[in-house]
C-alpha cells in the first residue's frame, strides 16, 4: 500500500544550513545538476548527444527503463493473480502493458534497427516512423499527455488511490512532476512568448522512465519478500 500520512522513513540529509529529511527521492534534482551544471559545459557536444536526435542515449536508456518497468509489473500481475487479489492483479495488468507500449514506441518498435515497419503508418506519421505517438492528430496532445501522466503519477496517484500497489508511491513523485513541469512550461512559454524553452525533451523524459522502473522494481522486489526495508 502506499503510504499518504503519518511517519514515513526518510534518510538524513546533514547540510553546512541544517539537516533535512526528505519523503522523496532526491536523484531527480542531481541529475538535473549534473545535466546543467556540469555536462552542459563539456566539450565535443557531449551534451547534445545526450539529449538530441533518434536512437541517442537517452532514448534507449528510456526503452530500457520502460522495458524493465513492463517485466517487472508483468511478474507483480502474475504474483497478485496467483494470490487471487482481484484488486492488485488488474492495475498491475494495465501498467505492464502502459510500459510495453512505451518502450516499443520510444525506438518505433524497432523498424530503425529492422528495417521492418508499418508503409501506412510512415505516410501519416509526421516524422515517417512506424509508430502511434508521432501520428498527425496525435502529435500536439502529446505535451498534454505528459503533463497529466506526470501529475497523476506524481501525486494523485498515491494521494487519492493509495490502496493501488501499482500506483508509484510518494517517494518517487519528483520523476513525474518534474516531466509535467517541463512540459507545462515548455507550452506556457510558446503561448506567452511565441517560442518554446530549447528542447531537452528526451533528457527529461528520462526521468519518467527511470521513475516507473524503480517503482515496479521495488515494487516486485517487495513482493518477492525481500528482507531490506525500502521506503515508501
Not at 59 to 66: D, I, K, N
Not at 100 to 114: D, N, P
Request: glycine share 8%.
Amino acid at each position: 500500500m502506499n503510504e499518504t500520512s503519518g511517519h514515513e522513513p526518510s534518510r538524513l540529509i546533514q547540510t553546512p544550513w541544517g539537516d533535512l529529511a526528505p519523503r522523496v527521492d532526491l536523484f531527480p534534482l542531481v541529475y538535473l545538476l549534473l545535466l546543467y551544471g556540469i555536462l552542459y559545459f563539456l566539450p565535443f557536444g557531449l551534451f547534445d548527444l545526450w539529449r538530441k536526435g533518434e536512437d541517442g542515449l537517452a532514448e534507449w536508456l528510456q526503452f530500457s527503463a520502460y522495458l524493465g518497468a513492463a517485466v517487472c509489473a508483468a511478474t507483480c500481475f502474475i504474483r497478485s493473480l496467483a494470490k487471487g487479489a482481484a484488486r492488485q492483479w488488474i492495475w498491475w495488468l494495465l501498467m505492464a502493458l502502459f510500459c510495453f507500449y512505451v518502450a516499443g514506441e520510444e525506438i518505433s518498435w524497432g523498424e530503425r534497427l529492422t528495417g521492418l515497419g508499418s508503409d501506412y503508418l510512415r505516410q501519416i506519421n509526421s516524422q515517417s516512423e512506424s509508430n502511434l505517438h508521432n501520428l498527425e492528430g496525435v502529435q500536439n496532445y502529446l505535451h498534454v499527455s505528459f503533463m497529466a501522466a506526470g501529475v497523476f503519477l506524481g501525486w494523485l496517484g498515491w494521494r487519492f488511490f493509495p490502496a493501488i500497489e501499482a500506483f508509484p508511491a510518494r517517494r518517487f513523485s519528483l520523476y513525474f512532476l518534474i516531466v509535467a513541469t517541463f512540459y507545462f512550461y515548455w507550452d506556457v512559454s510558446w503561448i506567452t512568448h511565441g517560442d518554446r524553452i530549447r528542447n531537452d525533451q528526451e533528457a527529461i523524459e528520462l526521468l519518467m522512465a527511470l521513475g516507473l522502473w524503480m517503482h515496479c522494481f521495488t515494487s516486485l522486489r517487495r513482493s518477492l519478500g525481500s528482507k531490506q526495508s525500502l521506503p515508501r
